[in-house]
């Protein structure tokens, strides 16, 4: 869904779940590692807190019709799935984000899921 869609539900009191930009297409890692959960708009609304209360979660979706079998999938949820945690849970402010350190974080779990036989995408 749009994220304006999801500014308009958040700011007349409903509950939203943030997606990457762009819907729920695999996209590269830096790119999902610059989502901001909650957009300028709903973090202030006449001066008292915003509908950023209303965002109860993050999503790193994948189209089931756009993947072929579970190593695919892998493939196109890791380390995507790195860079939207580091969003939603570590760092929402992008001003305190650091995809330098954020990337020799995820490489070290990238290279624990390749121990593990999960199919996972390079980094870049």
């Known amino acids: 869904m749009d994220m304006k869609w999801l ?10 779940v943030v997606a990457a930009d ?11 590692a610059t989502i901001i959960p909650a957009p300028q708009e709903m973090r202030v609304t006449g001066g008292e807190p915003g509908a ?9 979706c ?7 079998n579970r190593y695919d999938m892998e493939w196109k949820l890791w380390p995507r799935g790195f860079a939207m945690a580091e969003v939603l849970w570590t760092y929402p402010d992008p001003a305190k984000r650091d995809f ?6 995820a490489a070290e779990y990238r ?4 121990r593990s036989h ?6 870049k």
Do not use: Y
């Open 7 to 16: 500014t308009v539900f958040a700011m007349v009191g409903l509950s939203a």
């Open 22 to 32: 762009g819907g729920c297409e695999a996209s590269a890692v830096p790119k999902t």
């Open 52 to 60: 950023r209360k209303n965002v109860v979660g993050g999503q790193c």
């Open 62 to 68: 994948n189209w089931t019709s756009h993947t072929w």
């Open 100 to 105: 330098k350190e954020f990337s020799a974080r």
């Open 111 to 114: 290279r624990r899921l390749i």
């Open 118 to 123: 999960v199919n996972c995408a390079p980094l």
